[in-house]
């Protein structure tokens, strides 16, 4: 089964107009699919990865800072770790998630040997509790989430796993991602004037 799907024509930048199915040879899907793992892999470098809470395990934290409604740590192999609040109402009228407090944030700087989630309450007028426990040597850190809702909407956490890339790794990679996205636009263009990439 091919992983991309090429019965479109304007590719996956495009507006996805649809146009007859194109029979492509074996080697031009390969080629195409070559170019779009490309850009996944890039992708995720740039936005991040979500992880489990169990994959923060043997991490080893440099330092940690709460802002913005983030917890942010950063480990010893050059990392970046977000954990931030989910929340299903999109931050609507009817659903709000965030993160109440964090309390001995200073214990997250060193090698994380526990992870734990917290009881969710159910409370009173539409306010749920829950929470992480996040454990070093240097003690344990709890983070406490607040949600408010009517009932329709839940809300949760978000872990994410980011490389601390310098600003000209960056660059890099957001140049190098746009000349794949052409590259791949470009190819797929060309099977409506001949039958095969070369």
Not at 149 to 172: A, D, L, P, V
């Amino acid at each position: 089964m091919d992983k991309y799907d090429f019965s479109v024509s304007s590719g996956f930048l495009g507006s996805y107009v649809s146009q007859p199915k194109i029979e492509l040879s074996q080697g031009a899907k390969n080629k195409l699919n070559d170019i779009q793992a490309k850009v996944d892999t890039l992708t995720k470098k740039l936005e991040g990865q979500e992880i489990e809470l169990i994959d923060l395990l043997r991490k080893r934290v440099v330092s940690a800072v709460f802002v913005n409604d983030n917890v942010e740590m950063l480990t010893d192999n050059h990392e970046i770790i977000i954990i931030t609040s989910t929340d299903e109402g999109e931050g609507g009228n009817d659903s709000h998630c965030y993160i109440e407090s964090v309390d001995f944030i200073e214990a997250l700087v060193g090698k994380i040997n526990a992870v734990n989630e917290l009881k969710y309450l159910k409370g009173s007028e539409g306010m749920d509790f829950f929470g992480i426990a996040i454990k070093t040597e240097n003690g344990s850190c709890t983070i406490d989430f607040r949600h408010e809702s009517n009932g329709h909407y839940g809300g949760g956490y978000c872990i994410t796993r980011k490389i601390n890339y310098n600003f000209q790794e960056i660059q890099e990679m957001r140049e190098r991602l746009v000349s794949l996205r052409e590259e791949w636009n470009r190819r797929y263009n060309n099977l409506y004037f001949s039958s095969e990439i070369t």
